[in-house]
């Protein structure tokens, strides 16, 4: 686009220049800075400890962390395990310890959380304590994985107990295979808030301080819509585009300075995708040749991760939509099917690649993959970058159901979840046997997202605004304490993100940095 397009562009108020974050700016300063502030407040667990030896851990990081100061009343040393018993004179955060008491107490221990809430083990038998909250053990991971080769194992009273919860000032014994890092979905401190700008997030590939946002257009309350940055991991905010109706935020994984923005119809402002080869300081509409009107808006797909000027988009609104591919960055666009190409399969009218989800094969880019959207039963696929297309397979039962979700397995491309109105079904074959997998899940027929992370067998879901996770590859699944969740997100650090409609919340899951 010309010097002269843009500025036409930036004088009628479509893109506008970096602003000073305003009063709702300095307000979510003012709640985030809050939140870190109360995160470092004193904390308080309770241990129960009965007579006898005890096996016992601490939780939370202490200002005086000698044995005789946090247990005055025992009556033995602290006995820890590293291949043999070690008499200690001072207690470490997460690890366990035997010590003994004449009489049943509960003890009070004061403290603030761990910063990384993971656990070093030795090969062999460790003895070891847990995080201040209650872990179930199915959420346990460790890095390398799979390094667990026993159960947890407490004690009380009455003797040893395999352990399905770990509770916090309690200590257990777990054997390792290896040397590893145990830790655990959610950490020491559960959800932390990032930002009340929830309607388009993403989170930079490289940089954990800089997160992108977007806020939505809105015709009943007049509201008008903007993509926001932040480089201070959300306590500051910079406005960088006023007036257009924000939608999914993609950011280049080769160049990160480059950021696409699709955006949407409302409210009267321009829809389209736009594009910043700066790192937001500067933006241009990247949708030439594509049809957009009053009811149809664009959102873009993906990024091929070995050329980025690759890219796949799809138009979507009342009247469906068609998909779309970019050579050039976004210069040009190209509708990567004709209608009348397609054999469908069966007599099914409605097998057209409408209102398309499009993703591409990490190992292979070349290898696309097209969801179709909610009028079909048929899932398509191209073997070379989108000039041809088959039908790959069809969904399980056959005919048309109402669809939720359709997510590829990007890390065996043999394997597709779908949710129908009749359950929720995976394949691992390419489509052709399908088998339930439902039965942890309160209703059938959820709506909503799935990630995949670089665990093999380890996903999330979004069902009915709950977060489930596997750790099984499907066979049963359990739910994460929060509620009201509309969408989900990983980024590169660790952190899965829930959405809401208060906001944008994390949890660390299985990595330590």
Not at 266 to 284: C, M, Y
Not at 321 to 330: C, Q
Request: net charge negative; glycine share 8%; hydrophobic share 35%.
């Amino acid at each position: 686009m010309s010097d002269f397009k843009k500025k036409n562009l930036i004088s009628h108020g479509i893109l506008r220049p970096n602003r000073k974050p305003g009063y709702l700016a300095m307000l979510i300063l003012f709640i985030i800075s809050f939140t870190i502030i109360r995160a470092q407040v004193t904390d308080t667990v309770t241990i129960a400890v009965h007579p006898g030896w005890n096996i016992v851990s601490v939780p939370l990081v202490v200002s005086d962390n000698r044995t005789i100061t946090l247990f005055p009343n025992a009556k033995s040393s602290a006995f820890s395990y590293h291949h043999g018993y070690v008499s200690e004179d001072s207690i470490i955060t997460s690890q366990g310890y035997w010590i003994k008491f004449d009489t049943a107490e509960i003890i009070p221990v004061v403290g603030t959380h761990p910063p990384e809430p993971c656990i070093s083990l030795e090969k062999g038998w460790n003895l070891v304590g847990m995080f201040s909250r209650d872990i179930p053990v199915q959420i346990i991971y460790t890095d390398p994985s799979e390094n667990l080769v026993s159960e947890f194992y407490g004690f009380n009273a009455s003797g040893y107990y395999q352990a399905d919860t770990l509770k916090p000032g309690v200590g257990y014994w777990i054997k390792a295979k290896n040397a590893c890092i145990v830790t655990a979905t959610g950490g020491s401190e559960g959800w932390e808030f990032v930002t009340t700008y929830r309607n388009a997030f993403a989170t930079h590939p490289t940089d954990p301080n800089i997160f992108y946002a977007g806020i939505n257009s809105d015709f009943s309350y007049n509201i008008h819509g903007m993509i926001l940055k932040s480089t201070t991991m959300g306590s500051i905010w910079d406005t960088l585009v006023r007036n257009v109706d924000a939608g999914l935020i993609t950011i280049d994984t080769i160049d990160p300075q480059i950021v696409y923005v699709s955006c949407g119809i409302a409210n009267g402002d321009r829809p389209g995708i736009l594009k910043t080869t700066n790192g937001g300081t500067t933006w241009f509409h990247a949708d030439n040749g594509m049809f957009i009107n009053s009811e149809t808006s664009p959102g873009l797909q993906a990024i091929n991760p070995n050329d980025h000027n690759i890219l796949y988009a799809s138009t979507y609104g009342f009247y469906g939509g068609i998909p779309y591919k970019s050579t050039n960055g976004g210069e040009l666009w190209l509708p990567v099917v004709s209608f009348d190409s397609i054999d469908c399969a069966h007599g099914d009218t409605f097998c057209y690649m409408m209102s398309s989800r499009i993703k591409l094969n990490p190992q292979n880019p070349n290898t696309v993959y097209d969801y179709n959207g909610e009028r079909t039963s048929f899932f398509f696929k191209s073997y070379d970058a989108s000039e041809t297309w088959s039908i790959a397979y069809e969904y399980p039962l056959g005919g048309r159901h109402t669809m939720g979700m359709r997510e590829l397995d990007w890390r065996d491309s043999n394997i597709i979840y779908v949710s129908l109105d009749s359950g929720f079904f995976k394949t691992t074959n390419g489509g052709e046997e399908w088998n339930r997998i439902d039965s942890s899940f309160p209703s059938v027929g959820g709506i909503g997202n799935m990630l995949f992370t670089d665990e093999q067998n380890t996903s999330f879901i979004l069902w009915y605004n709950t977060i489930y996770q596997t750790t099984n590859g499907g066979i049963t699944w359990f739910s994460l304490p929060i509620d009201n969740v509309v969408h989900i997100q990983l980024d590169n650090f660790g952190f899965l993100y829930a959405i809401r409609l208060d906001g944008i919340y994390r949890e660390r899951i299985s990595r330590c940095n």
